[in-house]
């Protein structure tokens, strides 16, 4: 069975550091590899996801993750926070079953002070 | 206008009363499917639906019952409702249902059960 791991459920950077936002996995197939963002009152939102291919994702906001196989673990970074990246983070695996089940991470919380 | 959308976004009920919440959407996605959202959990499934004949349980459904009235409509009942079924519950749709794909999320609907 799948399932994620998000290390740190509050996390605080400055604006303008580097975030970086932990997730690990397990998976007994070929993960898919979601990252969404939740915004204040807002639904979720897709970040990015890695399905095959190049490891390092790009998504949006300047946001990117790199899938590391050896390390089961899939980190969400960007170079510089800015204050309107404050939200709460989830990270997600997929089942890999035709259901396209979710298995999402407990969620991080980022907060950017000034 | 948004793609998913619930109603209501928040609703305040008693223990033992019957409530609905709805989703629609207007994406032309066949998959529809129920979470809640608890403080420190992340999102657990409820219930999903691949089609308008095909309804099918999550992880935690007991509690739960749900209809879908169309391929754009999926709603959730709490037949009784008690107060640990207060959270935050979310719909969301998506196309196909490869474990590639994108789940497209509603705003949320914010549930408090007295």
């Known amino acids: 069975a799948q399932s994620v791991t998000q290390l740190g459920s509050h996390v605080s950077v400055s604006e303008g550091a580097l975030v970086l936002l932990r997730c690990n996995y397990s998976?007994?197939?070929?993960?898919?590899l979601f990252w969404y963002v939740q915004y204040p009152n807002q639904g979720l939102q897709l970040l990015l996801k890695?399905?095959?291919?190049?490891?390092l994702v790009k998504g949006i906001n300047g946001f990117e993750a790199e899938f590391k196989k050896s390390e089961t673990s899939f980190h969400l970074t960007k170079p510089s926070a800015h204050m309107s990246d404050a939200a709460e983070y989830f990270c997600?695996?997929?089942?890999?079953?035709?259901?396209?089940?979710?298995?999402f991470g407990t969620g991080t919380l980022l907060a950017v002070q000034p | 206008d948004a793609d998913v959308t619930q109603t209501p976004r928040n609703r305040i009920t008693k223990t033992g009363k019957r409530i609905m919440l709805e989703c629609s959407q207007t994406?032309?996605?066949?998959?529809m499917y129920w979470y809640r959202q608890d403080p420190g959990l992340g999102l657990r499934l409820i219930y999903y639906?691949?089609?308008?004949?095909?309804?099918n349980k999550g992880e935690i459904s007991d509690g739960y019952s749900v209809s879908r009235q169309a391929q754009a409509k999926f709603s959730l009942s709490l037949e009784s409702a008690i107060p640990n079924q207060t959270a935050l519950y979310f719909c969301?749709?998506?196309?196909?249902?490869?474990?590639?794909?994108?789940?497209?999320f509603g705003p949320g609907t914010r549930l408090l059960v007295l």
């Open positions: 890695y399905t095959t291919g190049a490891t």
């Open positions: 639906s691949f089609d308008v004949k095909d309804i």
């Open positions: 969301a749709t998506s196309d196909q249902g490869s474990s590639q794909e994108t789940q497209y």
């Open positions: 998976s007994s197939v070929p993960p898919y």
């Open positions: 997600a695996v997929s089942d890999h079953s035709a259901t396209n089940k979710l298995i």
């Open positions: 994406k032309g996605h066949d998959r």
